[in-house]
Structure formats: structure tokens, C-alpha cells
């Protein structure tokens, strides 16, 4: 047997029985996850890792590229599941997580790479505007340095995607949810997190509060009539 298959079975003698207690207790109650991410499929990047995260703690949406196409293409398994964790489970921090060498980032930049691809060629589309700003607002940029910046860029993309879901939206209007950007660096384990109010990634540190995309505060354009007595 692949050795990687032959885990499951030194999770179910080894792993579960330290933790029975805690299964035993999420299979009673359900699931209240703290947060949604939705991070790349890439194998390097481990969200219950790179967050410390416990079963029960995350829901997590993995897709190429961490995604969110806008609400008004297709449903698909990246619109439910943002639905969900917002309608049903309530979370009240939606995190959004780019990587460092992100194939999907090289092949929105390279689309020679994609002969073959045309699932994720389509897919990628929902990322062309992070190609856009790269190539006319990054000018002098080369290669490797354009594939970060598509990186970032696209996070902040898929960000302004997820805030035309109707869910989000009125969980942002009510103050009840907050965006978060990350970007995380595989070869140093460093999260960079983007500030919303300069629109700049900076590294998570001990000593200064989180950077958030969008802080929860509620939001509406048009004054809140109080309701008449
Ligand atoms: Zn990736």
C-alpha cells in the first residue's frame, strides 16, 4: 500500500483514540466553525496548520487559485459553501489565502501552460482582472516578481468577489463579518495579511494588531431609520 494511504489507519489507532473526546463531543453538538477559509488546493499549504487549528475549528473551501467566483456566474461548490458558512454556521471571519510559487498564479500569467487545461483555463478567468492590474500597473516587473503580484492582486479580487454574495453582504451591512486577505510564504511560513486602509500586505506580528481587509462594522449607504415605536 502507498505509504500515505497507510496513515488513515495510524489516525484511526494512534490519533483518534487522544482525541475521542473531542469527536465524540463535535459529533453531539455539530460544528461551530470559528472562521472560513478559502485557500488554494495546493499540497503545501495547510490551513489547519498554518492556523494551529483543531477539528471543528475551520471550514475550509480549497480550490486552484482560492477562488470566489462572483455571485452571478454559475452556482458552484465555492458559492454554497460560502453560503453555508455564513447562513448556517454563522462564521464571522472569512479569510481568503494566496501562496507563494502558486501554479495557478504562473499559468494565469503563462496561459501557454494551459494547452491542455481547459477546465482551469475557464477557472482562471475569474482572476483576470488580477492579471490586468499586474500588466498595466505594475510596469518593470518581470517573471517572478509577477507571479507574487498576480498572487496578492488576486486576493484582493477574489476579496471584492465574495462581497457580491448576497450572504456576505448582509452579514458585512450588519457589522457581523470581516475579510481577511492572506498571503502565505511557503519557503519562510510567513502569513503577510492585507491592511484594507493602506491596501498593503504586511506580515503578521505579535506586537501589532491583525491587518483586516474589511473590519466588521456594519455598512450601509442610506441612514438606518429606527423602526417607529
Ligand atoms: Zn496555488
Given at each position: 500500500m ?16 487522544n ?6 463531543r463535535?459529533a ?20 489547519e ?22 455571485y ?11 453560503e ?30 494551459l ?20 500588466e ?7 517573471n ?5 503580484a498576480?498572487s ?7 476579496i ?70
Amino acid at each position: 500500500m502507498n505509504e500515505l494511504m497507510g496513515r488513515v489507519l495510524s489516525f484511526a489507532k494512534q490519533v483518534f483514540p487522544n482525541q475521542s473526546d473531542l469527536y465524540s463531543r463535535l459529533a453531539s453538538d455539530g460544528q461551530s466553525p470559528k472562521a472560513l477559509m478559502i485557500s488554494c488546493a495546493d499540497s503545501r499549504v495547510v490551513p489547519e496548520q498554518i492556523m494551529q487549528a483543531g477539528p471543528g475549528d475551520l471550514f475550509v473551501c480549497r480550490n486552484a487559485g482560492n477562488i470566489v467566483p462572483p455571485y452571478a456566474t454559475q452556482n458552484g461548490g465555492v458559492s454554497s459553501t460560502v453560503e453555508y458558512a455564513v447562513e448556517a454556521l454563522g462564521v464571522h471571519d472569512i479569510i481568503v489565502c494566496g501562496h507563494s510559487d502558486c501554479g495557478a498564479m504562473k499559468a494565469l500569467m503563462n496561459p501557454e501552460m494551459l494547452e491542455n487545461m481547459p477546465n482551469v483555463a475557464a477557472w482562471l478567468r475569474h482572476s483576470q482582472a488580477a492579471k490586468s492590474v499586474v500588466e498595466r500597473g505594475y510596469p518593470g516587473v518581470e517573471n517572478g516578481e509577477r507571479v507574487r503580484a498576480a498572487s496578492l492582486e488576486n486576493i484582493n479580487v477574489q476579496i471584492a468577489h465574495l462581497r457580491t454574495h448576497p450572504s456576505v453582504a448582509a452579514a458585512i451591512a450588519r457589522g457581523e463579518v470581516a475579510l481577511h486577505g492572506w498571503f502565505f510564504d511557503i519557503a519562510y511560513g510567513q502569513v503577510l495579511a492585507l491592511d484594507g486602509v493602506s491596501n498593503q500586505f504586511m506580515p503578521i506580528r505579535e506586537d501589532a494588531p491583525l491587518p483586516v481587509a474589511l473590519p466588521a462594522s456594519p455598512r450601509v449607504a442610506a441612514e438606518r431609520l429606527e423602526a417607529a415605536e
